[in-house]
T-cell receptor
Framework: EDQVTQSPEALRLQEGESSSLNCSYTVSGLRGLFWYRQDPGKGPEFLFTLYSAGEEKEKERLKATLTKKESFLHITAPKPEDSATYLC???????????FGKGTMLLVSP | SAVISQKPSRDICQRGTSLTIQCQVDSQVTMMFWYRQQPGQSLTLIATANQGSEATYESGFVIDKFPISRPNLTFSTLTVSNMSPEDSSIYLCSFKGGGNEKLFFGSGTQLSVL
């Protein structure tokens, strides 16, 4: 059974204080690993897809990396508007559905 | 990218009643998905809805409780039947776009059952 574990559950940062969120996964064969951002009262918003170990993708202050067992979402010099819940999900080879983690709630204080 | 609209955005319902949630996409999509998001829990897939065929339900979810319609390639509904307080949750519709790789989500329906 596919499993996704995200840590920490919650993270509080000062503006400008860089950090990383972790997503550990177990999947029979990885088709893709996805990162989403979810603001309160809204549906998740797509950020990145990673397909193979060693792959990296960047978007503004966010960079996602992937190994064979985990993915990191690095946040560089975060701003208050980066406050949100970040979700990680995996898709196994041969399946069209995603398995999600519980998310990391990030709060960035000015 | 396609726009997905979901309604209602929230509702408060009485125990034993049913609520139908609607999801409209502004372009044709093959597969639509319905998720439940309970507080402190991960997004859980309820079912996959394909146009012209019965929805495929995940373990723990049954058609009598969560009937789904998919009358065309742009629209789907999820009904939460005979509701109890345990059904209080956020319900999300989604579809695959961007080369069938990315999941796009509606804004969700916040359901509270009294």
């Amino acid at each position: 059974e596919d499993q996704v574990t995200q840590s920490p559950e919650a993270l509080r940062l000062q503006e400008g204080e860089s950090s990383s969120l972790n997503c550990s996964y177990t999947v029979s064969g990885l088709r893709g690993l996805f990162w989403y951002r979810q603001d309160p009262g809204k549906g998740p918003e797509f950020l990145f897809t990673l397909y193979s170990a060693g792959e990296e993708k960047e978007k503004e202050r966010l960079k996602a990396t992937l190994t064979k067992k985990e993915s990191f979402l690095h946040i560089t010099a975060p701003k208050p508007e980066d406050s949100a819940t970040y979700l990680c999900a995996v898709q196994a080879v041969g399946y069209s559905t995603l398995t999600f983690g519980k998310g990391t709630m990030l709060l960035v204080s000015p | 990218s396609a726009v997905i609209s979901q309604k209602p955005s929230r509702d408060i319902c009485q125990r034993g009643t049913s609520l139908t949630i609607q999801c409209q996409v502004d372009s044709q999509v093959t597969m639509m998905f319905w998720y439940r998001q309970q507080p402190g829990q991960s997004l859980t897939l309820i079912a996959t809805a394909n146009q012209g065929s019965e929805a495929t339900y995940e373990s723990g979810f049954v058609i009598d409780k969560f009937p789904i319609s998919r009358p065309n390639l742009t629209f789907s509904t999820l009904t939460v039947s005979n509701m109890s307080p345990e059904d209080s949750s956020i319900y999300l519709c989604s579809f695959k776009g961007g080369g069938n790789e990315k999941l796009f989500f509606g804004s969700g329906t916040q359901l509270s059952v009294l």
